[in-house]
């Protein structure tokens, strides 16, 4: 007897998009179909990345876009639908980034192999800095690759396996949405208190993805960064070499039309 084919869920927030074709007096609907038939024609990143993930070879592939404005109630909007599938991956794209057919099937398979959270690190789009804080300078080899050991990562681009998902929606308050849709609130933002005797009184804000990232390893699960996995965010790509070492690259200038 055959087994069935995985299935994965894989999520795009395309706010700037929707926003977008707002403003143009277009259909969001009919703009969605089209880029969801023709990513490659698409001048939003996440779109031709969410292409690879639908063309990989031997998955079910379930999409969910997401054009709403609060990213703190999508993303945990779409952790409810996950966890209502039959999926057992969930991989989620940011409309402002691209990734190689490659790096999307890299990331997949590393969260099948260590029931975690594994992200694609990209750069802020001021430059300035990468999303993700290392726990240690320790590496692993997986089966997709070297993966990196960290405390927090950004989400523009990960793979969540359900096993973590699920361990970190068990200590989540539960939403019940307009729609009859139950979701746990995993991607709330947050203050902490920040160290230091000049610091009393003070405390430090903490981004949806970063909070989620806490919650995953409160509950034993594993964030990882996958290193060698390029990306583009925004027109700035970087990656993380082997050697932990961040690398942003100049991108290629337009040429000017004659």
């Known amino acids: 007897m055959t087994a069935a084919p995985p299935t994965l869920f894989v999520s795009l927030f395309a706010y700037a998009a929707h926003k977008h074709c707002e403003c143009l007096g277009r259909s969001w609907a009919e703009w969605l179909t089209f880029w969801r038939e023709n990513p490659a024609t698409c001048p939003w990143r996440g779109f031709r990345t969410l292409g690879h993930a639908r063309a990989l070879g031997g998955e079910t592939v379930l999409d969910y876009v997401n054009g709403s404005t609060l990213i703190t109630k999508a993303r945990s909007r779409a952790a409810g ?32 192999e260590t029931l975690g959270v594994v992200s694609a690190p990209c750069v802020l789009r001021s430059g300035s800095a990468m999303n993700y804080v290392l726990r240690d300078e320790e590496t692993s080899p997986s089966a997709a690759g070297t993966l990196a050991h960290a405390s927090r990562t950004g989400l523009g681009l990960a793979a969540m396996h359900r096993a973590a998902v699920e361990a970190a929606a068990r200590a989540a308050a539960w939403v019940l949405g307009d729609d009859g849709v139950r979701y746990p609130a995993l991607f709330r933002e947050k203050l902490t208190p920040i160290a230091g ?39 700035r790509p970087a990656k993380v070499a082997r050697d932990l070492t961040p690398c942003v690259f100049v991108a290629p200038k337009k040429e000017k039309l004659p």
């Open 81 to 112: 639908i996950f966890l209502a599938s039959s999926a057992d991956v969930w991989l989620t794209i940011d409309d402002d980034i691209e990734a190689s057919a490659d790096v999307v099937h890299r990331l997949i398979l590393a969260a099948r």
């Open 197 to 235: 005797p000049e610091s009393i009184g003070l405390e430090a804000w903490v981004s949806e993805d970063y909070a989620f990232s806490d919650l995953v390893l409160a509950a034993g699960g594993r964030v990882d960064l996958l290193l060698d996995a390029p990306t583009d965010h925004a027109g």
